[in-house]
């Protein structure tokens, strides 16, 4: 028989203020020693290693920021010095990555600004050709911020990039408005910089507007995500990357009729320059090996394809961070010795009063749990039951009593009322007072998205057969290893879903603009090729799909599109003065090869700064986007003319006056 129900449970603290007497200390170390509530969760097996455990408010950013820096405050103490102290846990990791994406935006956009310079410098080697996409970008990321002030919208993981993506795609479409002016200037004999602007504004205001919107659509495409913060961020960007037409489009042509034109010599120079001869000269060549040229891009293609087939879908809580980041080792330490960071909360919910104090339910959820801690993503789990055991081995004086079943409802019920005498209960968080809902506590190790969500099934399985047919329970799940898991399942849905809207969309535009269905469907295959080849070269770099990767798609589309865009407008601008389409093609490369290859240059250039982040993901966005946007820059000048010579139809184009 075990004790009395009535007998009293000591629930005292056994330290009284801060000081601790041998007594006290020795007895602290009889009541840790074999609890397990205790071991493996706030002190490890060999007591090298405790933990603190600190729950706190539903905090905004900044209060949690300042909550942080309060604590490694307070733990900044003389009688810590001998101890290795170490913060972790989800708030504070959240608290990190704030605090990182401060420091990463103070050093990333004056260097994104910095390499701009450089490339602008290096190309155009004039004063307003590259002082004014700078002034033009900066009326834009002001705007941008101020906007997202104004709305509420926060500066996350993805927002963060936002600044540096519309500094690198505004000087991108900037470039190719300088280099067309400069065409214009020096077009007549006596150069009239009105004239010339207006010009430049006539000739590359719509297809400037092409680009944007396409690079808007491909961002935008992310509003049929899932998540919320894709959804804001793409509606985020997208907005922003319009903004940037708008004050490109009327800011920089305005100042530039004022300026003082470039020399003649120098855009004589250019239109003569061996760039531009090797440019059009191996357009000329591949016009001539067109079938060639495009039999080679479909078995790379294919190829692509078939390596990009067998990319990994997951995401793991550590992959934000460096293997040599404090916050990295932190968590593994809790990992190995402690209960871990990543709960995954299963609430049971009766519509039976004191359903879950019923023997039978009890020795139910513990089946659930022994079936559980066998697997390997498993750390820990804790229930109600754990802590009426325990309660009752306390009692019995007996630690054998743990592994034996209640025997009636009437001796839970009486451990319940009497751990309940305590306020708050011990009980309060973990089984409601009319014992109608209880929650159970698996802490997973951070085996990324894929395992978890495979864990998560089989549990479901388990739970099933275990409470399925008690028609009065109803079960749900919550916790970070629950929601950060189900959320990265619907990745691949998002991806897909989100770039057939912008293949939709943006071929809708080609279509309507060009007004010719065939070259809207011919743009297609140089933009989608780049991105084929992009995932293959995850596969290679053992980059992972995830929440962080999956906006490349969405965002290299609508950048990849932008080239070949100019093509097409200069080649139907050719046509239309008459040329024969080999020679149309020819000229095109020669006007937008330029502007083309630099913009590109300057995207590679731009977003490769972004190496330089204290994130992974923020790396891997940089690294992705700039393999992307080359593969870009080969398809447009390598596969688009030779695929334009195959299948763009016979006979010259016609385009309307109106």
């Known amino acids: 028989m075990g004790p009395a129900l009535s007998a009293e449970l000591q629930t005292d603290p056994i330290v009284e203020g801060a000081e601790v007497t041998e007594a006290e200390a020795v007895e602290l170390a009889d009541a840790i020693a074999g609890n397990p509530l205790l071991v493996g969760r706030l002190i490890d097996e060999d007591h090298t290693v405790a933990g603190v455990a600190l729950q706190l408010h539903e905090l905004d950013p900044r209060q949690m ?26 708030p504070y990791l959240r ?49 941008t911020v101020g906007g997202m002030g104004l709305f509420g919208e926060p500066m996350n993981i993805l927002n963060n990039v936002i ?42 205001a719509i297809a400037c507007m092409l680009t944007s919107a396409t690079t808007a659509v491909g961002l935008g495409s992310l509003v049929v995500s899932k998540t919320v913060m894709l959804r804001h961020f793409g509606i985020t960007s997208g907005l922003g990357v319009m ?67 067998q990319i990994t879908v997951d995401h793991a809580l550590l992959d934000q961070f460096d293997e040599t980041d404090p916050v990295y080792r932190t968590t593994l330490l809790i990992e190995e010795k402690l209960a871990g960071v990543r709960p995954l909360e299963v609430v049971l919910v009766s519509t039976e009063e004191d359903h879950f104090t019923e023997p039978e339910m009890i020795q139910s959820i513990q089946r659930i749990r022994n079936w559980a801690a066998l697997r390997p993503e498993i750390i820990r789990t804790l229930s109600y039951g754990d802590m009426l055991r325990e309660s ?33 209960s011990p009980l309060s968080d973990w089984l409601t007072e009319d014992g109608k809902k209880a929650r159970v506590q698996f802490k997973l190790r951070d085996v990324g998205a894929q395992a978890t969500m495979r864990f998560l099934d089989e549990l ?12 009065t329970v109803s079960v749900s799940f919550t916790g970070e290893a629950y929601t950060g898991s189900r959320g990265q399942a619907a990745v691949v849905s998002d991806l897909l879903g989100s770039l057939f809207v912008a293949v939709v969309v943006i071929f809708l535009l080609l279509a309507f603009f060009f007004r010719s269905v065939r070259l809207g469907l011919l743009s297609i295959p140089p933009n989608l090729i780049p991105l084929i080849a992009t995932m293959a070269y995850m596969v290679w770099r053992e980059i ?15 950048l990849a599109v932008n080239g070949t865009i100019h093509v097409l407008a200069r080649f ?5 003065r008459g040329m024969g389409r080999e020679a149309a093609l020819v000229r095109a490369a020669r006007g937008t090869g330029r502007a083309i290859v630099i913009s590109c240059i300057t995207l590679m250039a731009g977003f490769s700064v972004l190496l330089l982040s204290s994130f992974v993901p923020v790396r891997n966005f940089g690294e992705l986007i700039a393999v992307t946007i080359g593969g870009c820059l080969v398809a447009t000048l390598i596969v688009l003319p030779p695929l334009l010579r195959v299948a763009g139809g016979r006979g010259a184009i016609r385009v309307s006056d109106d």
């Open 65 to 90: 920021r300042s909550a942080m820096n309060d604590l490694r405050e307070g733990l900044d103490r003389p009688e810590f010095q001998d101890i290795e102290l170490h913060v972790g846990g989800l």
């Open 95 to 143: 608290s990190v990555i704030v605090s990182k994406m401060r420091a990463d935006n103070l050093r990333l956009i004056p260097l994104t600004v910095l390499v701009c310079l450089i490339l602008l410098t290096l190309s155009f080697r004039w004063m307003p050709g590259v002082l004014l996409p700078l002034g033009a970008v900066a009326i834009t990321a002001v705007v």
């Open 163 to 204: 600044v540096p993506l519309l500094i690198i795609i505004g000087i991108s479409d900037a470039t190719h408005l300088i280099q067309r002016y400069r065409d214009e200037v020096y077009a007549d004999d006596d150069p009239d910089r009105r004239a010339a602007g207006r010009r430049t504004v006539r000739a590359i």
């Open 243 to 309: 903004v940037s037409y708008v004050v490109i489009i009327t800011f920089v042509p305005a100042v530039l009729t004022w300026a003082t034109p470039p020399k003649r010599e120098e855009v004589r120079r250019e239109r003569t320059s061996m760039f531009t001869n090797v440019t059009s000269s191996l357009v000329a060549k591949l016009l001539r090996w067109r079938w060639a040229v495009l039999g080679a891009t479909a078995l790379f293609t294919v190829g692509a394809a078939y390596v990009a087939s």
């Open 392 to 424: 009752y081995a306390l009692l019995a004086d007996d630690p054998s009593v743990r592994s034996e079943n209640f025997k009636s409802a009437k001796q839970v019920r009486g451990l319940v009322t009497m751990m309940s005498q305590r306020k708050p």
């Open 460 to 471: 479901e399985a388990v739970i099933e057969s275990e409470v399925g047919g008690d028609e």
């Open 544 to 558: 992972p799909l995830n929440v962080s990767t999956v906006i490349i798609f969405s965002i290299s589309l609508g």
């Open 572 to 576: 139907r601008e050719e046509m239309h």
